[in-house]
């Protein structure tokens, strides 16, 4: 059994025991690979119309595998990348004598990527969770493009820099006024190599279009427009202040940084209420994730849930409806799970 496989190497490099992995709750962000690689192909089929049978799929940062692993058992061809060495091992441990998935490691946004495959190999790229911790997203998109067919399309998850809820405590280091700073700045805060880089929307925007993947499709994966309102915004905002001034700074010099930071924020979002459609605000700073598809002019899109036009943002879709209870309840996923960051273990 391949999962098993994977449990006792990941113990062994822990130096604890695989039941005390498996017992653990919530399960790390290792352990549960497999559980999200599933609840992620569950999530796509209630996106859009997808059929992964036969499909050539590239898994872009698979990490554990997972992922790679749910993809190849619904049918896809898959070949899953990831700069890491010891998680292409993972990976190969996760995948052995289950599904038929090849592996490499390999820098995504690097030329390396076109001597491993040719041209046009795929029919979906996926990256998940990943976008953020590349620095050269352009040239990931330039590969991207060069990777792609024809009628292709990716799937992309991004969380997103710009919600006040993460500027409050930063998704992967937890940390108070992270993402109100310049990543080169994070070291006042968090002194370690912290490799995540925050875009704004426009961004993504900006670089689909310009490497041949003009259609976008966003998917409302907290419900921003139903759920989200801008009363909470502004309290969001309160207690970011409220914070700010309370704060045990490591010095004065930070202090200020954090406070200009949150003046450029706050000036943001005051521009954009006054500026832009309440929807736009909605989503631009209620998503905990930016998250949906964009594809080739051929590609066929078919979301399955009501799809609204945005000014600022484009197709949006619903999500649709979230998974039955008995699949959350089997797999111990709390509400808050369900309602928080979806990664909660944004890794
Ligand atoms: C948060 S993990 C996401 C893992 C996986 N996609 C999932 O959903 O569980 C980000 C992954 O991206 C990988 N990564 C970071 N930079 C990369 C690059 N330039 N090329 C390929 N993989 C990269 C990391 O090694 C890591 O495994």
Redesign the pocket.
Known sequence: MAYSDFVNMLAAALKVTPEALLEARPLS?PMS?NR??EE?VEFLGRCIELDLKGKRVL??????G??SVAMAKAGARVTG????KK?IAYAEANALDTVDADFYA?????VSVRKIFKQGSFDLI?????LE????TAS?AANMDWLLNDTGMIYF?VPNGFSPRFALSEGHRKIFGLTLLDPDCWFHLYPKRA?IFYRPLSHFQAIFKHFNLPQTLFVDEERVFLRFTLRKLKNQFKQLYDKARDYAYPDPQVKTYVREGLTRFRDEYLYDVENSGEEFVKFKYGSFFFNGFAGRAGAKIRPLHAVREIAGIGLVADRGEPPARAFVAERGISDEQLDGPQ?AE??
Do not use: W
């Open positions: 962000f690979t999200r690689g992620l898994d872009v940062g698979c990490a554990y997972g992922l990348i990831d700069v890491s998680f390999v820098d995504a946004s690097s996926v990256v998940n969770d990943v911790h590349i620095y050269d990931l998850k490799s990664s944004l890794a």
